[in-house]
């Protein structure tokens, strides 16, 4: 195995994180031409196929997805190599990758981002709004804002607050169901679901120490927090909404509180970032950014 440069190595994260060998080369500056033979050479180097490709597409192999652990690993030691000498000047500055839900990204980051970006103009910020869990060494985000347990050793979570869920409905749905006055009720209602946080058949709901489970037949399934709370609007039925998501809609008389003393159990919202990511001051920043924000929006 020959010496491999180090750079091929970036590049080849580079071309990951695009997508594509043209944008890759595009956000890296060099031909794409240089920046396949770079990967070539790589390839050569290592004597294994890291990237499967076609004329229209590019496909990771099993062997270039171990080998990007390794070459994330690398980046951010040299990213935090770099930090060493910025500590001393404390600037925040530099790409930052950072995921959340949909339903979180407009609902708290939207009105908000643009004071940090005004507050750390060197920061190229990178929001991604996702609604599935990521592997964020492999996937290469400084920080992601999670809703549920830490379940990966590799990572620090920093707790944001908690999330209280109820049962909200539209006034023009209860005008033609009739009110909910019981819990035993909601077996009758058409229930709006978010299917990876509820239960597709039943639901579990508690008031002070009093619990129900309500056998379902949802009328939709969505996996969209924002989505849902737009079905319930538009008069389509009952569902279970973090209630942070609800108060201008509320405000608005868009929602009623549908049997306001029940509700799911709330979950505590996290930041989750790799160990040391702490050390790079726009991690921090943002962390603190965020962590303020929260406060703000959410009890604590």
Request: glycine residues 4%.
């Amino acid at each position: 195995m020959s010496d491999i440069d180090l750079n091929d190595m970036m590049l080849f994260i580079a071309v990951i994180d695009a997508g594509s060998f043209t944008l890759a080369a595009e956000r890296v500056n060099i031909p794409k031409a240089n920046l396949s033979r770079k990967i070539a050479r790589l390839e050569s180097n290592l004597g294994v196929t890291l990237l499967e490709r076609t004329t229209r597409t590019q496909h990771i192999t099993e062997v270039g997805m171990r080998y990007l652990e390794h070459c994330r690993r690398i980046q951010q030691e040299l990213e935090l190599a770099k930090v060493s000498v910025a500590k001393s000047l404390d600037t925040v500055s530099g790409k930052l990758k950072v995921g959340a839900s949909v339903g979180i990204g407009h609902e708290v980051l939207k009105e908000s981002l643009a004071q940090f970006i005004q507050l750390y103009p060197n920061v190229n910020l990178q929001l991604e709004l996702i609604n599935r869990r990521v592997d964020l060494i492999e996937e290469g985000f400084d920080l992601v804002i999670r809703i549920g347990d830490l379940d990966d050793s590799r990572l620090v979570a920093k707790r944001l607050g908690k999330i209280s869920r109820k049962l909200y409905s539209s006034p023009q749905y209860l005008q033609s169901q009739g009110d909910i006055k019981s819990v035993q009720q909601l077996s009758e209602c058409d229930f709006l679901l978010m299917n990876s946080a509820q239960n597709s058949t039943k639901l579990t709901l508690s008031a002070d120490k009093q619990h129900y489970e309500c056998k379902l037949e949802p009328k939709a399934i969505v996996d969209d927090f924002t989505l849902l709370k737009q079905l319930v609007i538009d008069g389509l039925g009952v569902a279970v909404l973090p209630d942070y998501m609800c108060q201008e809609a509320l405000i608005k008389s868009e929602l009623v509180s549908v049997l306001p003393n029940w509700g799911m159990e709330t979950v505590d919202i996290f930041a989750l970032y790799p160990k040391h990511r702490l050390d790079i001051p726009k991690v921090r920043a943002f962390l603190e950014f965020i962590q303020t924000l929260f406060a703000q929006r959410l009890s604590v």
